[in-house]
């Protein structure tokens, strides 16, 4: 078996004892003479998986106890519509704009009701997170049913790192690629909603954590499908349908994998130390330059090139050779993208920062 090193964006690198442990379970779930992909999801066993999967996440992250955690499926897109849909209430909202997510979020919204572009860095190539002072000031007064943002922007490889004040105003954050990267306060935000298949689990599962009293009149939107409602969702347990057993299932031992390493704070100081490696590489390389301005970069998917395409893809090519896959970057920003999440090793950091070097002692003089 060679497994490689997996720098991919989405679906991603998984632990590998949680993986080997799914496997040894696979025909026969701790007694039960099935695979959890054969189990009946109203049955005991599988509302244990479930109950376990919930309880761990919140310990975890600490979610407070007036917020709902909801396992749904259509992915963070779906999200795009649920959201407005649910809370939609005066029918207005404001985006911030920092990237390809944030903006089909936007548009998806402005489906459902008045949405106002707050700030976007799309001019400068979405290098960077723009201003957000005064954000919450003109939320209030505008009465916005929420303010919502992107807060790692997985394409262009940028993080806030200091969330927009809004005040009274919910904000709403899209944390598909830095959910459970670092510690995370649930109390600054209205919802907060990840797929999975970033840093969290498997492709198929979205997370949406949501505070109960922004649900509990139901959606802001008559036409919007039961499946989205979250109220609705949260009184069934988020069973309204067939939920992704297995995935479900899945992200629950990714949540016990990370309580086991040591939390979310280890996560942090992991993903700190890999991004730090090949941003510390990006700033006194003479080859290869970063995206992301300094002030904005993200700890989760770090994106750089050389400025020659050409290069770009020899380097791609290389790295795919010695097992590093997955860094070719997103045809947006072209270039390179290592998207280094909690299942990513240090080690496999330290073997691209080494190739990389190996690369621009080869092509430079
Ligand atoms: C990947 C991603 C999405 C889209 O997720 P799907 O599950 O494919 O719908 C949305 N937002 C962010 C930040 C992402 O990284």
């Given at each position: 078996m060679a497994r490689v090193f997996n720098f991919a964006a989405g679906p991603a690198a998984l632990p590998e004892s949680v993986l080997a442990q799914i496997a040894s379970e696979m025909l026969d779930y701790q007694g039960s003479g099935m695979s959890v992909l054969e189990m009946?999801?109203?049955?005991s066993a599988y509302q244990k998986i479930f109950d376990n999967t919930e309880a761990t996440l919140r310990r975890i992250?600490?979610?407070?106890?007036n917020y709902k955690v909801l396992f749904l499926q259509g992915g963070a897109t779906l999200q795009f519509a649920g959201i407005p849909m649910n809370l939609m209430g005066a029918g207005r909202a404001g985006y911030l704009v920092t990237g390809n997510f944030a903006n089909k979020a936007c548009e998806e919204a402005r489906k459902y009701g008045e949405v106002d572009i707050?700030?976007?860095s799309e001019y400068t190539g979405f290098d960077r997170i723009p201003e957000v002072a005064g954000v919450g000031e003109l939320a209030e007064a505008t009465g916005y049913d929420y303010v919502y943002i992107c807060q790692n922007n997985t394409i262009f490889g940028t993080q806030y790192h200091e969330l927009p004040q809004t005040g009274e105003i919910p904000l709403v954050a899209?944390?598909?690629?830095?959910?459970?990267?670092e510690p995370i306060d649930?109390?600054?935000?209205g919802l907060v909603y990840a797929g999975?298949?970033?840093?969290?689990?498997?492709?198929?599962v979205t997370v949406v954590i949501v505070r109960d009293d922004l649900i509990k009149d139901g959606?802001?939107?008559?036409?919007?499908?039961s499946y989205l409602d979250y109220r609705l969702q949260a009184k069934k347990g988020s069973m309204?349908?067939?939920?992704n057993t297995f995935g479900i299932y899945l992200c629950g031992k990714v949540y016990h994998w990370i309580e086991e390493q040591g939390g979310l704070e280890a996560m942090e100081r992991m993903n700190r130390e890999k991004s730090g490696m090949l941003y510390d590489y990006l700033d006194h390389s003479r080859l290869f330059h970063g995206h992301a301005q300094p002030a904005s970069r993200s700890i989760a998917n770090v994106t750089f090139r050389t400025g020659n395409e050409q290069l770009d893809a020899a380097f791609v090519a290389g790295a795919t050779e010695r097992?590093?896959?997955?860094?070719k970057g997103h045809r947006l920003v072209g270039g390179m993208r290592a998207s280094?999440?909690?299942?990513?090793p240090v080690e496999g950091v330290r073997a691209l920062v080494d190739y990389m070097g190996e690369f621009e002692a080869a092509h430079t003089n």
């Amino acid at each position: 078996m060679a497994r490689v090193f997996n720098f991919a964006a989405g679906p991603a690198a998984l632990p590998e004892s949680v993986l080997a442990q799914i496997a040894s379970e696979m025909l026969d779930y701790q007694g039960s003479g099935m695979s959890v992909l054969e189990m009946s999801h109203r049955s005991s066993a599988y509302q244990k998986i479930f109950d376990n999967t919930e309880a761990t996440l919140r310990r975890i992250v600490d979610i407070p106890s007036n917020y709902k955690v909801l396992f749904l499926q259509g992915g963070a897109t779906l999200q795009f519509a649920g959201i407005p849909m649910n809370l939609m209430g005066a029918g207005r909202a404001g985006y911030l704009v920092t990237g390809n997510f944030a903006n089909k979020a936007c548009e998806e919204a402005r489906k459902y009701g008045e949405v106002d572009i707050l700030a976007t860095s799309e001019y400068t190539g979405f290098d960077r997170i723009p201003e957000v002072a005064g954000v919450g000031e003109l939320a209030e007064a505008t009465g916005y049913d929420y303010v919502y943002i992107c807060q790692n922007n997985t394409i262009f490889g940028t993080q806030y790192h200091e969330l927009p004040q809004t005040g009274e105003i919910p904000l709403v954050a899209d944390v598909s690629s830095c959910f459970l990267a670092e510690p995370i306060d649930v109390s600054r935000y209205g919802l907060v909603y990840a797929g999975a298949q970033k840093n969290a689990g498997c492709a198929g599962v979205t997370v949406v954590i949501v505070r109960d009293d922004l649900i509990k009149d139901g959606p802001a939107l008559p036409c919007c499908p039961s499946y989205l409602d979250y109220r609705l969702q949260a009184k069934k347990g988020s069973m309204l349908n067939t939920p992704n057993t297995f995935g479900i299932y899945l992200c629950g031992k990714v949540y016990h994998w990370i309580e086991e390493q040591g939390g979310l704070e280890a996560m942090e100081r992991m993903n700190r130390e890999k991004s730090g490696m090949l941003y510390d590489y990006l700033d006194h390389s003479r080859l290869f330059h970063g995206h992301a301005q300094p002030a904005s970069r993200s700890i989760a998917n770090v994106t750089f090139r050389t400025g020659n395409e050409q290069l770009d893809a020899a380097f791609v090519a290389g790295a795919t050779e010695r097992g590093l896959v997955g860094v070719k970057g997103h045809r947006l920003v072209g270039g390179m993208r290592a998207s280094v999440y909690n299942a990513v090793p240090v080690e496999g950091v330290r073997a691209l920062v080494d190739y990389m070097g190996e690369f621009e002692a080869a092509h430079t003089n």
